[in-house]
């Protein structure tokens, strides 16, 4: 299905027949009410004329709209926000779900960005209809509405977790929002949830989502000592803002979400947990929209016919990727891995965990932080002399500038920063704009796995002429070379 724009006929279509495909595509803000809802809200649909049909929440929440109580739309997938070609405002969106606004303002998150503040208040207004300010407020308190619902957290853990700098201004933009108070508001503790630290989140997305495929993916790739995909699960250990702990996704059986377990040192860090995680797992993408641009292509169609909703494995943390993908430099992917695990187990901080130091299937290595590896010698876990100065080289870069792996304004500005290291060439600087970036148009058309995909009774392609035939699958190159790495 193609990309939707706002068309009013459409969008009451979509409403009236409750249509699950334009879930997070749009919000119905209904002026009669003053309440705003998803496509598939199940109360009585509403006269064309009380509609106003709005980009995302966070546009009917500075207009003023109070979230729907039965739709919920703290839990709506979260295409709205998700643009193959609008890079610079997906960027954004990330950085603000991650925090990166709650310091700075505009101007801050601009700079960061590497645009002026203007021209991104414009970019925000044309895709998202609502200014940074409101997004990040309209995110803030959604996201507390979720933890009232999916958790048992106290009000305080609640209103620190989301952001707010007291209970008391966390109860007042509550009522203001909701109309009511958060303990009118809060759900009894489910049957299941886990108890202790943990905290068991929802983390939805629009289908079709090849969960398995990404789960594959991982586990050839998982670092020991950090990670392990054990079946249906995906388990690794963290430290983030100053808090640090382990957490374990899963699939959630006929319902269109994951199921996250946390287990945080800090309730400060759940919004940014959970934000890396909507990355680690494409839970943003359309992926219906994707599927239907590259089934065009003769090479690609069956695969889209056989396994719809394909993603493209994010980063947990684009330093750890970066680390991962030198090291997968002209070797397998199982010598690439054990590297990784030797560098864990040499330079990498062990993690006391509070539900048994790992007696749940939980890893208990912390990954080294750029700083550590700048100064490690890295030649006695047996990588070369190139290889450990392409990766010392890295850490330096990484630890002098905290901000060296995010995105630049363009895909090629980013390459070319990436490629500026000594020892980083065009494949592994795609690699690393493809997952750890997000950079839905990246594309490694050197990779021997992509050559051989494409190879025909004609013989196998070239780097030039596999990056020529790529060309058909823009803006989104990075979801067919995962399709063509799962052939």
Known sequence: MAHLSLDREVCYRALRTRDARFDGRFYTAVVSTGIYCRPICPARTPKIHNCLFLPSAAAAYQMGFRPCLRCRPEIAPGLAGWRGTASTVSRALGLIAEGGFDEGGVDELAGRLGVGARHLRRLFDRHVGASPVSVAQAHRILFAKKLLGETSLSMTAIAEASGFGSVRRFNAVFQETYGRAPSDLRRRKRAGEAAGPAVVLKLPFSEPYAFCAILEFLAARAIPGVEVVDGEKYRRTFALDGATGALEVGAARGQSHLLATIHASDVKALGPIVARLRRLFDLDADSAAVDEHLARDRALARG?????????????????????????????????????????????????????????????????????????????????????????????????????????????????????????????????????????????????GLLRAMETKAGRPTPAALAERAEAWRPWRAYAALRLWTT
């Open 304 to 448: 889209v016919r056989d396994r719809p909703g394909i993603r493209v494995p994010g980063a947990w943390d684009p330093f750890e990727l970066a680390v991962r993908a030198v090291l997968g430099q002209q070797v397998s992917v199982r010598a690439a891995t054990t590297f990784a695990g030797r560098i864990v187990a040499a330079h990498g901080r062990a993690l006391s965990l509070a539900r048994g130091d790992g007696d749940d299937g939980m890893p208990t290595m912390l990954f080294p932080t750029a700083a550590q590896l700048a100064d490690a010698d890295l030649t006695s876990v047996g990588l070369t002399r190139a290889r450990a100065a392409t990766l010392k080289s890295l850490a330096s870069a990484c630890a002098a500038r905290p901000a060296f792996l995010q995105p630049a304004a363009t895909l090629e500005e980013t390459l070319e920063e990436l490629c500026a290291l000594p020892g980083i060439g065009p494949w592994t600087a795609q690699y690393i704009a493809m997952r750890a970036l997000r950079e839905p148009d990246a594309f490694p058309a050197s990779d021997l």
